[in-house]
């Protein structure tokens, strides 16, 4: 780990400097810094702040706010997605639906194989908001990983405290001056939702993806990206079944001829729908704790939106997607979704920012 941390710019660099611009590839400060900032939320940094359990719509969300707030960036507050690579795996935006809107920390960071401390996430997340605070433009902080969007928000941090244990010392004094929208939905609405995105996954590639990714010596090794979800649980089928040696000529492994292959794969499946819905549990168990803390977080309930979404797919058949049923179903959802989220975070923010 001391390799790969052990060039990085000292604070004076380039990065504290607003009239230069971000490098492509920035690297971690040596040691945390504080952002500049007033203890008056009038002289503070405004950031709007998206937070939400996986799946739940923040990444659709942060897009079409920033339609509507011309000059807005996003920054992005998940700790696998700061890794390039299994664009798939990790859920990133593809690039052909960000609609131009400039994204930082998304897959800039090419080492993938150490862990990112929360405080290296402070400060890296915190000179990124300065600079794109400092030319006049609008930072949109958004994630799933609570613990990093507490690290980076808090005026005083200790990265030695749990803050999200039982006993753990939550502030709600933060060095910004923060929007909160919380998008979330129905628990059931939710899991059904995930399952559903997992088999959407492995039909955009998740598997190929992941058996590129396979390294027999490093399977079983949780460490930066390797704990994204779907890398452990199919590093133990592809340690039965090596990718070199599975049939070729387009075989779906969920439908292959072999039973015992099969199943395999499909207690893989299992276990990433599993993994998936206990990541969510677990967020939204640190959002409510946030909560509690004092943080002012609008809820904004999405049920409505995915229960059409999820009507809108099973329907949907490969060739009808043009269809007017079809095309009914995509307007009855996004509709809904402008109606009941959309919507309201435009006036919030508009409230927030006037």
Sequence with gaps: METIFSSFPSLDSRLLNPSLPLP?????????????????????????????????GKSRLSIDLASHFPHSQIVNSDKMQLFSGLDITTNKIPLDERRGVPHFLLGEFDSIEADVAASQFRSVAGLTIVDIASRGNLPLLVGGSNTFIHALLVETFDPEED???ESGSRSHLLRYDCCFLWVDMAWSVLTEYLCKRVDEMLESGMFEELAQFYDPTKAGVMVGLRKAIGVPEFDAYFRKYPPWESPKNGVVPGK?????????????????????????????GKILRLKEAGWDLVRLDATATFQALMKR?????????SSPAAVAAELEWREIWEMEVLEPSVKIVKRFLE
């Design 24 to 56: 492509r590839r920035p690297r971690w400060p040596r040691m945390d810094s504080s952002v500049p900032h007033h203890r008056t939320n009038q002289s503070k940094i405004k950031l709007i702040v998206l937070v939400g359990a996986t799946g739940s």
């Design 256 to 284: 292959d001829s072999d039973p015992i292959r099969r199943e395999a794969y499909e207690e893989a499946v299992k276990e990433i729908k599993d993994n998936t819905c206990r990541l969510a549990k677990r967020q939204i």
């Design 163 to 165: 803050v999200f244990a």
């Design 313 to 321: 797919k099973k329907k949907q058949q490969p060739s009808s997607s």
